[in-house]
């Protein structure tokens, strides 16, 4: 009995110095042996094994070895309780500084939403991500469950450690380095596919890959001027452009969407002096935009009518369709002017052609001025200046002639701009011509007086033709003014003392000087007796005859 009893004893001492006695807090080193659902077991030289909570050992199997915490407190099983997070936690702070020391980025969990920003997890190792630091764009609430982030504060504190970190600065070199690769790639021409994220008044910002931004003119957009960038696309759409211009040093990027489009000047096979058919895209100050297939035209207003340009805006519309000729073609410039008028022949050439010249036309007074009346003669005007409406060139007032509203007969007599030059006078002779034709200096000649101003008196010889009487020819008696001798439509008789031109002086006073001289001959010859000599009264008529004729 007493042999069993030492032998016992022996047994007891040897398997006592086997056995390690692990006090809380104690690191200890050992091999899992077997995985449940919740608890994992490890073999740590203990007689019994150790348990851990299967979640601190995920990603790892059973033989694999472990370094973890002695906890000092058993499971419900009875099992001691050992745990990797204090170990993992203190080699995630020796991780987290020295990728604050050294700049370095870390990864972490997002934990939850707090004030101000965003509670974050590293292997176990708590920290805060400001909003301001979170790199979240327009619409995002939340960042991914992982990302990386730069710790932008670390601070060791007894109730735990202080540590900031930041997303965006890691955004940031994200997208500058991914910015860097895709303006390497990038060359003039190339096709891109571009996200719009803006539309402005003038075009379009576009995005590639959401880093990089351009810039789509609406003059690039394209060829048919007539469509609209803020009509068509919408922020989100995706669109094919072409790389217009890059502008490496200040990172920036035009894009062109007509460039990928067939270009219409090149395709269009017309010339100047061709006839075309165009539908009126728009009607502005300055005359009419003309649609010709794929390319715009212009009509300056002066181009649209013969007689009546600046009433087009009442005779065309929107969408109507018009034949134009083609004035000038610049394919170089994308220049296309149009004229509407020069595809029908002008109406003063038709008017002409059924009215040459001295043909005789049927018109109404429209307007009288002081030198020239307009004549309406249909789709057409005519105009009648004063010299060809009357001979007498004393008319300085055409009103003198015409009376508004009144229809007569006109004569052709050519082409005056858009208009018709008419004639009056031509109907019969120079009157000027036919009297003086018949008329010269020394001939008595009668006529009216018609008008008396303060230096004489103008007398109708005829129809057109007019004779002046200076004021000292009117009597032989002095005078101040000619109405003290003469009344208008007075009927006179005058003597033409001189031509020049087409201006006829007259003077009654020499008609007076000629009767009474012929007077005082007649009265000589019957006083003269059948000598030589006259006696008194002779004398006296004789010298009175001499005075005369002075």
């Known amino acids: 009995m007493e042999n069993f009893h030492d032998e016992f004893e022996k047994l007891l001492e040897e398997e006592s110095s086997n056995i390690h006695f692990y006090h809380k807090g104690q690191i200890v080193k050992g091999k899992i042996v077997k995985i449940r659902e919740n608890t994992a077991f490890v073999d740590v030289g203990q007689k019994t094994e150790v348990a851990i909570d299967s979640k601190e050992i995920e990603g790892l199997k059973e033989g694999d070895e472990i370094e973890a915490v002695y906890l000092g407190k058993k499971n419900k099983e009875g099992y001691d309780l050992i745990s990797r997070k204090p170990i993992i936690y203190r080699k995630s702070l020796e991780n987290i500084k020295n990728a604050f020391d050294n700049r370095q980025k870390v990864k972490v969990k997002l934990i939850k939403k707090v004030n101000k920003g965003f509670l974050v997890d590293t292997d176990g190792v708590k920290a805060y991500l400001p909003y301001s630091e979170s790199g979240l764009k327009k619409g995002e609430e939340y960042p991914p469950a992982e990302f990386e982030v730069y710790v932008k504060k670390f601070e060791e504190r007894e109730k735990g450690p202080n540590i900031v970190v930041s997303r965006k600065d890691v955004i940031k070199e994200e997208e500058e380095k991914k910015k860097e690769q895709i303006f390497s790639l990038l060359e003039e021409g190339k096709v891109v596919k571009g996200k719009v994220v803006k539309i402005l008044e003038n075009g379009a910002v576009l995005s590639l890959e959401n880093t990089v931004f351009g810039f789509l003119p609406q003059g690039l957009y394209s060829w048919d001027r007539s469509r609209k960038i803020n009509q068509e696309l919408s922020v989100g759409d995706e669109i094919e452009v072409a790389v217009k211009n890059i502008d490496m040093e200040n990172k920036k990027i035009v894009f062109s969407k007509r460039d990928l489009e067939p270009d219409p000047w090149k395709e269009f096979d017309k010339k100047e002096g061709d006839l075309i058919e165009g539908k009126i895209k728009e009607i502005n100050d300055y005359g009419i ?218 003077s009654i006073k020499a008609v007076e000087k000629e009767k009474e001289k012929n007077e005082i001959k007649k009265n000589l010859e019957k006083v003269k007796p059948k000598g030589d000599s006259l006696g008194t009264l002779g004398d006296i008529l004789k010298e009175k005859l001499k005075g005369l004729e002075k």
Request: proline residues 4%; without cysteine.
């Open 289 to 506: 935009v003309v649609k010709v297939g794929d390319i715009e035209g212009f009509v300056y207003k002066m181009e649209t009518d013969h007689l009546k340009p600046l009433e087009y805006k009442n005779r065309f519309k929107t969408g109507q369709t018009v034949k134009a000729k083609i004035i000038e073609l610049d394919k170089n410039r994308r220049k296309l002017k149009l004229s509407i008028k020069a595809t029908v022949p002008h109406p003063v050439e038709n008017f002409l052609k059924e009215n040459p010249e001295g043909s005789v036309v049927e018109g109404r007074i429209k307007e009288i001025k002081t030198k020239m009346a307009v004549v309406d003669l249909g789709d057409i005007e005519g105009v009648l200046h004063i010299e060809d409406a009357t001979w007498n060139p004393k008319i300085k007032n055409i009103s003198n002639i015409l009376k508004g509203k009144s229809v007569r007969q006109f004569k052709v007599l050519g082409r005056e701009g858009n208009r018709i030059k008419l004639g009056l006078k031509q109907f019969r002779q120079n009157p000027w011509e036919s009297y003086l034709s018949t008329h010269k200096e020394g001939d008595i000649v009668k006529g009216k007086v018609i008008k008396l101003i303060d230096r004489g008196a103008f007398v109708e010889l005829d129809e057109d033709v007019e004779g002046f009487i200076p004021v000292n020819q009117i009597s032989k008696e002095k005078i101040e003014i000619p109405s003290d001798k003469l009344s208008l439509n007075q009927e006179i008789e005058a003597k033409i003392i001189k031509i020049k031109g087409n201006d006829i002086i007259l």
